[in-house]
C-alpha cells in the first residue's frame, strides 16, 4: 500500500477540481493511515442555534473519504458515493471548526468503503461518524 | 393518527423556524401517507458537473423527514437526527427540482423513524433513499 | 421491467441452492412490484423472551432482497450483499410469523439497491426496515 | 470513564441472559477501549459455500457491541438495538474464527452508540464493519 497524493497534492486537486467549495477544506494530513480534513466553519455552514448544519458534516465526511480514497488510486478516478451512514451523536461545539479523519477500510476494484470520524475541535469526543461506500468506474479520469 | 400541520402550517414553520434555509424548500403535501417537499434547485446546491451535491440531497431528505413528523406531533418537538443511512442511485437530472417523499414509519415516545425517497421532477425512477431517526426530548419548544 | 422467475420459480431456487435454510421461508408472491417472503418462525429464530431475534430479522431482509433482485435478472449472479441498513422499530410479535416485502429499487449492472418492510403477521405496522446494496459479478453462475 | 464489568463477567452474563447462544461467544478481552469477541464458527454459522453467513456476522456484531455497553454500564440494561448499518467488505476465510472488535463512541442517558470491525482471525483486513445504536430505557433490568 503506498500514497499515491500527499496532503498538497489533495489540496491542489480540491482547488482546481472542486472550484468554490475547495475553500472551505484545508488538508491537515494524509498518510496511509487516513486523511484528516478540517472544515473551516462559516456561517454558510450553520443552522439556527450556531452549531454545525447536518448537510455540512456529511459533505465533510464525504470530501474527506473522498480524499482518502484519492491519496491511494491518485486523481483519476470518477468516484462517486453510493451509500452513506451517518450517527450524529453530540452536537458540535460552537465557534470552532469540525475536523473530519477518514480511513479507507476496503479499495476493491469497483467499490471503496471507509469510515470516518468528526470531532470539534479541541474535544475528545467525536461529534459523528459515518461509513461511506464509492464506486469506482474502471476507466476514469479526474473530477468528482 | 391525525395530521396537526399542513402543508401551509409546515411551511410557516419553515419561514419562521429556518430563516433563509426555507426559501430553498416548498412543502408541495401533506397528509397521513407522508409528507412531499421540493428542494428549488438554484446554483449554491450543485457540485462541480452541475447535478444536485450530496449534502443538498442529504439536506433535503432531513427537512423532508423532520417536516413529516412535525405534520404528526405539531411545532414542539426539538427532534434531532440521530442517524441517516442513504443511497445514492442515480445522478440527479441537472435543470430540474428534486422532489422528497418522506414517510413516518414510527413514531414512539423517544425515537421516530421513516424514510425517504428522492425524485428528480419528471422521472419515475428515484436517485436517492434515506432512512433516518430523530430522537424526541421529553419536553420539547419549537425549532430544529 | 419484465420478471424472470415468479414466486414458484424463486422457491424452487431457494432449496436447490441454499439448502436447509430453504426451509425457513416461503415466497408468498413475486411480481414487479417486489417480492414478498414469509418466514415460518421456529424456536432457532427466536431470543432469549421469545420474540424473533436481530439476526434472524437480517436474514429474512437479506433473502427477500436477494430473491426480488433474482426475479429480475435470472438465477445467474452470485451477487453479494455488500450493505445493509436496519432500523429495529418494533419487537416483533410472539407466535406469528415474520412477513418481508422488498422491492428493487435501483438494477444497475454493477449495483443493485433496494429496501425491505419487515411485518409480524396480522400487524398494521411494520417491526423493522432495512435498505440493502448488492454487487453483481460482470458474469456470474448460480449460488448465493 | 470506568469498567464495571470485565472480560470474565461479560462472559458469565452471556451464559446467564444468552442461555444456548452464549457458547457460539467467547469474550477475548474487555477493557476501557472496547471488547473483543470471538465467534466460535460452526456449520450453523455457515452459508453455503462454506463461508460465514451475513446473518451470523450480524449477530457476532450486535452481541459484540451489547458487551461493550454493558461493561460500561454493567448488567442494568434491557439495552435494544434500534439500528445496524453494515458493510461487508471481503468474504471471511473458510475454517478460522471471526473476531469483532466493538468500541464505545457516545454512551448517552438514552441513546448508545458505537463501531464493529469483525475479522477473519489471522487477517489484518476487516471482512465487515459496522455501526450501532442502542436504546436505553430509564430504568432497566437484566436481559437482551
Known amino acids: 500500500m503506498t500514497l499515491l497524493m500527499d496532503a498538497a497534492g489533495l489540496q491542489a486537486f480540491l482547488v482546481r477540481d472542486f472550484g468554490q467549495v475547495a475553500e472551505d477544506f484545508t488538508v491537515e494530513q494524509a498518510d496511509l493511515a487516513g486523511v484528516t ?11 439556527p442555534g450556531g452549531t454545525v448544519s447536518g448537510p455540512a458534516m456529511f459533505g465533510l465526511a464525504d470530501v474527506a473519504m473522498y480524499l ?4 491511494r ?8 458515493t453510493t451509500n452513506c451512514a451517518m450517527d450524529f451523536m453530540r452536537k458540535p461545539r460552537a465557534g470552532v471548526d469540525l475536523l473530519a479523519q477518514a ?14 470520524l468528526l470531532f470539534s ?19 476514469s479520469t479526474p473530477a468528482h
Not at 480534513?37 to 443552522?47: G, I, K, N, P, Q
Not at 488510486?73 to 462517486?80: F, R
Open 37 to 47: 480534513l478540517r472544515l473551516r466553519v462559516a456561517a454558510r455552514h450553520l443552522r
Open 121 to 139: 475541535e479541541g474535544l475528545a469526543e467525536p461529534v459523528a461518524r459515518a461509513g461511506l461506500t464509492y464506486a469506482i468506474p474502471p476507466q
Open 73 to 80: 488510486i491518485g486523481p483519476v478516478a470518477l468516484a462517486v
Open 103 to 116: 480511513r479507507v477500510l476496503k479499495l476493491g476494484r469497483s467499490l471503496a468503503v471507509g469510515d470516518v
Open 68 to 71: 482518502a480514497i484519492l491519496s
